[in-house]
């Protein structure tokens, strides 16, 4: 006679015990407080204390991206010893982040810095000769971002700084010339403007600005390149942004030379308050005016000689690569 199973005869495997997910995530309220130094292909390099300490990015961080200049929180081993790894759990509220993108159409913008206080925009004057629609870029980027910025005009040894100054001291912007002649006048003045601050410098390549990023810190070694003499253009040394601390206090961030500053993530509102010199032209314009048309009180403005043209053609250029129009 053939046997009956019954539920007795059933055997079945207990689920694997885990933990149940949850949305909490640890405070990490023991987390020692670090500064982002350098950034290289997934890794950090941090300043603990005394110690320089490599960290990745936690899980928990999600996309949020670190950048150079972030106060961050860290968990793991902060000894600093070699081959120690620690992981960055948090991203400290940031007091100034400093934006470009790809191209003016780009949607896409990345950081280049966090929590400056200053932008050092350097511009030779000749070898390679300055662009005044870059050096606008980069102060609407500053104007935009709360971060106060400072022209650094260097090679005064090979043209004269006249024309530049003339054009940007009306309108607030801090000065500071450097060259050869001037027996190291300038790089002490520079000195003095950045100590105890944190300053971000920026310029295209061939400028001088690592030249000047070494006499202010005479440890930092970075790589002085040499401008072409059939372009007229630097070639690319700084290849990622890096924070060295002065010898007198303050910190001074190294970036990569760039030749070009998009401005997508600007309003056309916040690209005018770059050009305080025609703002008060433009409050005569007619209502929802795109500065583009032939009614634009910007044109009158420069037919009576109360602007300069130059600096109409730099924002409009600005408004119309902002569009895909145009090339700058």
């Given at each position: 006679?053939?046997?009956?199973y019954?539920?007795?005869?059933?055997?079945?495997?207990?689920?694997p015990?885990?933990?149940p997910r949850?949305?909490i995530?640890p405070?990490?309220?023991?987390?020692a407080?670090?500064?982002?130094?350098a950034?290289?292909?997934?890794?950090?390099?941090?300043?603990v204390?005394?110690?320089?300490v490599?960290?990745?990015r936690?899980?928990?961080?999600?996309?949020k991206?670190?950048?150079?200049g972030?106060?961050?929180?860290?968990?793991?081993?902060?000894?600093?010893e070699?081959?120690?790894?620690?992981?960055?759990v948090?991203i400290?509220?940031?007091?100034s982040?400093?934006?470009?993108?790809?191209?003016?159409?780009?949607p896409n913008?990345?950081i280049?810095?966090?929590?400056?206080d200053?932008?050092?925009i350097?511009?030779?004057?000749?070898q390679?000769?300055?662009?005044?629609?870059?050096?606008?870029r980069?102060?609407?980027?500053?104007?935009?971002?709360?971060?106060?910025?400072?022209?650094?005009?260097?090679?005064?040894?090979?043209a004269d700084?006249?024309?530049l100054?003339?054009?940007?001291?009306?309108?607030?912007?801090?000065h500071?010339?450097?060259g050869?002649?001037?027996d190291?006048?300038?790089v002490?003045?520079?000195?003095a403007?950045?100590?105890?601050?944190i300053?971000?410098?920026?310029?295209?390549s061939g400028a001088?600005k690592?030249?000047?990023?070494?006499q202010?810190?005479?440890?930092?070694?970075?790589?002085?390149?040499?401008?072409s003499?059939?372009?007229?253009?630097?070639?690319?040394?700084?290849?990622?942004?890096?924070?060295?601390?002065?010898p007198?206090?303050?910190?001074?961030?190294?970036?990569?030379?760039?030749?070009?500053?998009?401005?997508?993530?600007?309003?056309?509102?916040?690209?005018?308050?770059?050009f305080?010199?025609?703002?008060?032209?433009?409050?005569?314009?007619?209502?929802h005016?795109?500065?583009?048309?032939?009614?634009?009180?910007?044109?009158t403005?420069?037919?009576?000689g109360?602007?300069?043209?130059?600096r109409?053609?730099?924002?409009?250029?600005l408004?119309?690569?902002?569009?895909g129009r145009?090339d700058?």
């Open positions: 006679m053939a046997r009956r019954d539920e007795d005869d059933v055997r079945i495997r207990p689920a015990r885990s933990r949850t949305r995530r405070a990490h309220e023991t987390a407080p670090g500064l982002v130094t950034v290289d292909r997934g890794r950090y390099t941090c300043l204390g005394d110690a320089v490599v960290a990745m936690a899980r928990e961080l999600g996309r991206s670190v950048v150079v972030d106060n961050v929180a860290i968990v793991g081993d902060v000894t600093g070699p081959d120690k790894l620690a992981r960055i948090r400290e509220p940031r007091s982040v400093l934006r470009r993108t790809a191209d003016d159409v780009d913008e990345s280049v810095v966090a929590n400056v200053q932008l050092v350097v511009t030779s004057l000749a390679p000769d300055p662009n005044m629609r870059w050096i606008d980069c102060l609407v980027a500053a104007y935009d971002a709360g971060i106060e910025p400072l022209l650094c005009l260097t090679k005064t040894d090979l700084a006249a024309e100054v003339a054009m940007y001291s009306p309108l607030g912007v801090r500071i010339v450097s050869l002649e001037d190291g006048r300038g002490s003045t520079l000195r403007d950045v100590t105890g601050r300053s971000a410098f920026i310029g295209p001088g690592s030249t000047l990023v070494n202010l810190v005479p440890d930092a070694h970075r790589i002085i390149g040499v401008v003499a059939s372009t007229g253009k630097g070639k690319h040394t700084s290849t990622s942004v890096v924070a060295l601390p002065l007198g206090g303050g910190w001074v961030f190294d970036t990569p030379g760039i030749r070009s500053f998009g401005l997508a993530h600007v309003s056309v509102e916040a690209i005018l308050d770059g305080d010199d025609l703002h008060e032209a433009a409050a005569l314009c007619p209502p005016c795109d500065h583009l048309s032939p009614d634009c009180a910007l044109d403005a420069v037919a009576s109360v602007a300069d043209p130059r109409l053609d730099s924002f409009r250029r408004l119309l690569s902002r569009e145009a700058d």
